[in-house]
Antibody, heavy 122, light 108 residues
Framework: QVQLQESGPGLVKTSETLSLTCTVS??????????WSWIREVPGKGLEWIGN???????YYNPPLKSRATLSLDRSGDQFSLSLSSVSVADTAVYYC??????????????WGQGTLVTVSS | EIVLTQSPGTLSLSPGEGGTLSCRAS???????LAWYQHKPGQAPRLLIY???SRATGIPDRFSGSGSGTDFTLTISRLEPEDVAVYFC?????????FGGGTKVEIK
């Protein structure tokens, strides 16, 4: 059974770069059957999809975040990462990593990580 | 992008009682590309339903989904105490993926 676990700093200063890693256990991120995804829940705003990365390295981003977000893979460690640059207090959120089924019409999300709270403050 | 609006905000049910949660889309969702999730505090969200009406592996049959176009529903046929959670919908018919704001289900 695949499990995902987020890790990274819980506090980031404004204008700096937020960096999170997701470790996948019970499965391989090299599988062609899935995307690996980052989603966040901003207090009072709900859930927001950040982006997906496929094992081939292809990335897809939510347009409002595209200029600041970068997703990457570490196949040797079965990990994938999120970098979000130039953060502001509006980026304070619970960040989830997740697995998304590959292929158009199949993009449900299963499983999710438990989430990690990142607070942005000066 | 497709905006998903869920109602009611909170649904209070007695144990054993059934209830219906609604997810309405701002525009037609391609095919039935909608999923439902259960989220309990401190836990990872859990996939319940995909393709609007297909139950995910291990999901009890008291959970069912239906709908098409812009209107989708999640029905809990007989509430169990462990069903207390926030339920949210997600569309994957068009990019970006978007989510509803959630319905909180509580015990009356």
């Amino acid at each position: 059974q695949v499990q995902l676990q987020e890790s990274g700093p819980g506090l980031v200063k404004t204008s700096e770069t937020l960096s999170l890693t997701c470790t996948v256990s019970g499965g391989s991120i090299s599988s062609n059957d899935f995307y690996w995804s980052w989603i966040r829940e901003v207090p009072g705003k709900g859930l927001e999809w950040i982006g997906n990365i496929h094992s081939a390295g292809t990335t897809y981003y939510n347009p409002p975040l595209k200029s600041r977000a970068t997703l990457s893979l570490d196949r040797s460690g079965d990990q994938f990462s999120l970098s979000l640059s130039s953060v502001s207090v509006a980026d304070t959120a619970v960040y989830y990593c997740a697995r998304v089924q590959y292929g158009y019409g199949n993009n449900w999300i299963d499983p999710w990580g438990q989430g990690t709270l990142v607070t942005v403050s000066s | 992008e497709i905006v998903l609006t869920q109602s009611p905000g909170t649904l209070s049910l007695s144990p054993g009682e059934g209830g219906t949660l609604s997810c309405r889309a701002s525009q037609r969702i391609t095919s039935t590309y909608l999923a439902w999730y259960q989220h309990k505090p401190g836990q990872a969200p859990r996939l319940l339903i995909y393709s609007a009406s297909s139950r995910a592996t291990g999901i009890p049959d008291r959970f069912s989904g239906s709908g098409s176009g812009t209107d989708f529903t999640l029905t809990i046929s007989r509430l169990e105490p462990e069903d207390v959670a926030v339920y949210f919908c997600q569309q994957y018919g068009s990019s970006p993926l978007t989510f509803g704001g959630g319905t909180k289900v509580e015990i009356k």
